[in-house]
């Protein structure tokens, strides 16, 4: 919603003329709304994600729709970045144009149309991928791919999720949680005796790295703690693994199912944003190079990390392993994680047998499955 909005009424309260249902007429197209931007500083990032969604999505299948959400917080009809795709997908340029005509949520999710609608959010970060964007979408009463309001919430906070990890038994690394109002006189004091030199000071609620430092002494976790705040007044602070990064694919609802994993050798200390987005220095081995017993023993965790946020649709679950200590330690879960043909999530998928284009029909089949359970639940007649 643009600035200045905030007394408005919800302006989901016109929704789309026909949600869409699990078995739609075969000669019938949904008309896929791909929601990308966003207000986080992540918003590059979604951008190249929704140009290869878009690029891969089949046109006989879908009515393509692609809105965005300027950083501002102006919701915009994408008509640059539909004129590009109507001129063929292979013209589409490497970033989603932002540019069109503003409009508000209400105008971009119920447009005069006859066919069924779901929404494919491409928000990473906050306000988009933190259970805000998809709260909005269940008052619009539109199926949308991905997590419900309350796992995106869990999962979006690091520490809220290390909780409900705690609460499940399931592993994890050693971690302190803490407020911007917690960092007195003796909050260096009290990380470094229960942590150790070095250590991972992050946003509780970012992604893609952003903000993440690795902190060797006590003036760096002091500049650490100060970059962080700049995202969040919640801080989530790590002790340092010396383990491999392996990431699992989990997909589905009810019956999730997880892909093989995959692993991540940084080019950097660690993986930061650079590492992900621009160096290209990372190297991304999929399969693991893990046994069988290991690989279904990460399996096996990922989905229960997965049911403990009560993940739908999809998620990556991210795993330390100290192969000559504690083994497999859930680090966190992502569920809007990268979605480019290159990212981890779709090429785990792809080594494990579901195409990236195949991917993409899953999960929109997997969101009007969910939206019709739930549908039956909220009739009062």
């Known amino acids: 919603m643009s600035p200045g909005a905030e007394s408005e009424p919800p302006a ?3 929704p789309p003329r026909t ?4 078995t739609p007429p075969t000669e019938q197209r949904i008309r896929l709304v791909v929601l990308f931007g966003g207000q986080s500083a992540e918003h590059e990032v979604s951008l190249v994600t929704a140009r290869h969604v878009l690029a891969a999505t089949d046109p006989d299948r879908y009515d393509l729709a692609p809105v965005a959400i300027a950083k501002d917080g102006r919701w915009i009809i994408a008509t640059d970045a539909a ?12 970033a989603l144009p932002t540019s069109g005509s503003p409009t508000e949520p209400s105008g971009a999710l119920a447009a005069v149309t006859d066919e069924p609608v779901v929404v494919f959010p491409l928000l990473h970060g906050p306000l988009g991928e ?3 964007v998809q709260g909005l979408l269940e008052l619009a009463g539109v199926p949308y791919v991905g997590c419900g309001v309350l796992a995106s919430a869990l999962a979006m906070d690091k520490g809220k999720a290390k909780d409900m990890f705690s609460a499940r038994g399931i592993p994890q690394a050693r971690h302190v949680s803490l407020h911007e109002n917690d960092l007195d006189a003796s909050a260096i004091a009290d990380l470094e005796a229960a942590l150790g030199y ?3 000071v992050k946003p509780a609620n970012m992604g893609s790295s952003v903000g993440v430092t690795k902190a060797h002494d006590g003036d760096e976790l002091r500049a650490a703690l100060d970059l962080a705040l700049r995202y969040d007044d919640w801080l989530v602070v790590e002790e340092t693994i010396n383990g491999r990064e392996i990431e699992c694919a989990v997909l589905g609802n009810l019956e999730p199912r997880a892909s093989l994993p995959g692993e991540i050798r940084p080019g950097a200390e660690f993986y930061d944003y650079d590492d992900k987005y621009r160096s290209g220095a990372a190297e991304l081995i999929i399969p693991a190079e893990l046994s069988p017993e290991v690989t279904g023993k990460l399996q096996t965790m990922a989905i229960a990390a997965y049911q403990a946020l009560g993940c739908e649709g999809m998620a990556r679950v991210d795993f330390f392993y100290e192969e000559n200590g504690r083994g497999l330690l859930v680090n966190e879960i992502n569920t809007i994680p990268g979605f480019t043909p290159i990212s981890m999530y ?3 998928w792809e080594a494990s047998g579901l195409s990236y284009p195949d991917l993409i029909d ?3 089949r997997l969101a009007v499955e969910r939206y019709d359970r739930r549908a039956s639940r909220r009739r009062t007649d």
Not at 19 to 22: D, H, L, N, Q
Not at 83 to 94: E, V
């Open 19 to 22: 949600p869409a249902t699990s």
């Open 362 to 364: 899953e999960l929109i």
């Open 12 to 14: 989901a309260a016109t």
């Open 130 to 132: 933190d259970g805000t």
């Open 198 to 200: 070095p250590m991972f």
């Open 346 to 348: 779709p090429k785990m």
């Open 83 to 94: 004129r590009a795709l109507a001129a063929g997908s292979t013209g589409l340029p490497d």
